[in-house]
């Protein structure tokens, strides 16, 4: 089992940037796939960007393409979100999530473990 902490979230203007951190215990990162996710208020939690266990594929919304960017270190069990060009409907509590699957998943359901966010707001 792996335990998932969020860090890296707060209050941005629009246009700006944020780095968030996922960072793994309990067993070694690079056993699993990992997804970044967004809920924001009064709607279902949508995808963000995907990536496999060595970090050498990455998928992304349509909605954060060119501007977001997820990576991951195996070495330091950690996986990472920058984001760019920020805009006010980014704001959101974001969540990492890993999976021991294989392949892209764009929904929820096939993560077994989650993080518990971190709240991303962007001012106008």
């Known amino acids: 089992q792996v335990q998932l902490v969020e860090s890296g979230g707060g209050l941005v203007q629009a246009g700006g940037s944020l780095r968030l951190s996922c960072a793994a215990s309990g067993r070694t990162l690079s056993l699993y796939r990992m997804g970044w996710f967004r809920q924001a208020p009064g709607k279902e939690r949508e995808f963000v960007a995907h990536?496999?266990?060595?970090?050498?594929?990455?998928y992304y919304a349509n909605s954060v393409k060119g501007r977001f960017t997820i990576s991951r270190d195996n070495a330091k069990n950690t996986v990472y979100l920058q984001m760019n060009s920020l805009k006010p409907e980014d704001t959101a509590v974001y969540y990492c999530?890993?999976?021991?699957?294989?392949?892209?998943?764009?929904?929820?359901?096939?993560?077994?473990?989650w993080g518990q966010g971190t709240q991303v707001t962007v001012s106008s």
């Open positions: 999530a890993a999976d021991a699957g294989v392949g892209v998943s764009t929904t929820p359901g096939p993560y077994d473990y």
């Open positions: 990536i496999n266990r060595s970090g050498g594929s990455t």
